[in-house]
């Protein structure tokens, strides 16, 4: 199994909305990533979770809140975004720090 | 400031030619680049990776050249096919303990003409 799964596929949400990103690996890799993908730019780091602990937030704002509750389990809490936070959101991990395998992503529309 | 540059926002070739995709970086940290390929509304999926260590890493059709002094890495295609047509993204990673996770250029987006 060298799959990443992010559910769900496509999200459309209000401003007000509280709503989850998932993403599950049964590869056994350590390290989990969020990134932000903007129609015509490269992905973005948001998040790095290593060993189920956060170690990287790239000054992401509070609205956005990762969580990890163990190895194969990456969420993304959504809360109060705005339209410019609509974007492609793509989950990966790995297990060397270098090679990512990353899910097919959850297409977000902020509204 | 970009830190992994691929200066060519596409290329069209046509099939059986030869694909040449660049990318260029200017953090001398980096030690692992990679090279994925991405559909439209698709998770980039991984094709090849370098460590700073070698200078041609070969898979079947892809090779990636990497010239350290230079900060420059170029990706291989040969022959190129119909299905190759996608957007190519050049990453780098610093593994030494700096930052984790991956840099990526702003890709390229490859046509293979008929």
């Known amino acids: 199994d060298t799959e990443v799964t992010q559910t769900p596929k496509h999200l459309v949400m209000g401003m007000t909305n509280k709503k989850s990103l998932k993403c599950e690996q049964h590869?056994?890799?350590?390290?989990m990533y969020w990134y932000k993908q903007k129609a015509k730019k490269p992905p973005e780091l948001m998040f790095v979770?290593?060993?189920?602990?956060?170690?990287i937030n790239e000054s992401v704002p509070s609205r956005f809140s990762p969580e990890c509750p163990n190895s194969s389990l990456l969420n993304l809490h959504l809360h109060a975004l705005q339209p410019e936070d609509s974007a492609l959101y793509l989950c990966a991990s790995s297990q060397d720090r270098v090679k990512a395998f990353f899910g097919q992503g959850t297409r977000l529309t902020v509204v | 400031d970009q830190q992994v540059k691929q200066n060519s926002p596409s290329l069209s070739v046509q099939e059986g030619r030869i694909s040449i995709l660049n990318c260029d970086y200017t953090?001398?940290?980096?030690?692992?680049f990679l090279w994925y390929k991405k559909y439209p509304a698709e998770g980039p999926t991984f094709l090849i990776s370098i460590s700073s260590i070698k200078d041609k890493n070969e898979d079947g059709r892809f090779t990636v050249f990497l010239n350290k002094s230079a900060k420059h890495l170029s990706l291989h295609i040969v022959p190129s096919q119909p299905g190759d047509s996608a957007v190519y993204f050049c990453?780098?990673?610093?593994?030494?303990?700096?930052?984790?996770?991956?840099?990526f250029g702003k890709g390229t987006h490859l046509i293979i003409q008929p």
């Open positions: 990453a780098a990673s610093d593994s030494g303990g700096g930052a984790d996770g991956l840099t």
């Open positions: 590869m056994g890799h350590r390290a």
């Open positions: 953090n001398s940290m980096f030690d692992y």
């Open positions: 979770y290593s060993y189920e602990k956060l170690s």
